[in-house]
């Protein structure tokens, strides 16, 4: 089955529920800059795969994929950290760091679906 909008991609769609969770988990949070940065980065996760399945070329879909990568680290970077300072409770930021992991595998697979193998 071919893919035809990035709407149809588990990766978009499972980085859209984790940004719609990271915004659940902070919306009381008086530490705005903390606040703008991890949401910037949970939000910048499912962008970048669109942005870059409507680019219609494997290498620049590709390349956007591991931009999404790294966000998506970097939100998961910030959940440790809002744990330590006690702005999310042990139970929440075991939750999001395991939705973290599976966008990880899932933007993984992906990269190695488009990607030629390696013949050596």
Same mark, same amino acid.
């Given at each position: *089955?071919?893919?035809?909008?990035?709407?149809?991609?588990?990766?978009?769609? =499972?980085?859209?529920? #984790?940004?719609?969770?990271?915004?659940?988990?902070?919306?009381?949070?008086?530490?705005?800059?903390?606040?703008?940065? #991890?949401? &910037?980065?949970?939000?910048?996760?499912?962008?970048?795969?669109?942005?870059?399945?409507?680019?219609?070329?494997?290498?620049?879909?590709? &390349?956007? !994929?591991? #931009?999404?990568?790294?966000?998506?680290?970097?939100?998961?970077?910030?959940?440790?950290?809002?744990? &330590?300072?006690?702005? !999310?409770? =042990?139970?929440?930021?075991? *939750?999001? #760091?395991?939705?973290?992991?599976?966008?990880?595998?899932?933007? &993984?697979?992906?990269? =190695?679906?488009?990607?030629?193998?390696?013949?050596?």
């Amino acid at each position: *089955m071919k893919i035809l909008k990035f709407e149809d991609l588990i990766a978009w769609q =499972k980085a859209q529920d #984790i940004a719609v969770d990271v915004y659940m988990s902070f919306t009381e949070l008086k530490d705005w800059s903390f606040k703008d940065q #991890i949401y &910037r980065a949970v939000v910048s996760i499912s962008n970048n795969i669109a942005e870059g399945f409507d680019r219609q070329s494997k290498k620049e879909f590709v &390349r956007f !994929l591991y #931009i999404s990568l790294g966000s998506n680290s970097e939100v998961k970077s910030m959940i440790y950290l809002a744990q &330590r300072l006690n702005y !999310l409770n =042990k139970i929440n930021a075991d *939750m999001l #760091i395991e939705q973290s992991r599976e966008v990880s595998k899932i933007i &993984r697979g992906l990269i =190695k679906s488009l990607q030629p193998p390696n013949n050596d």
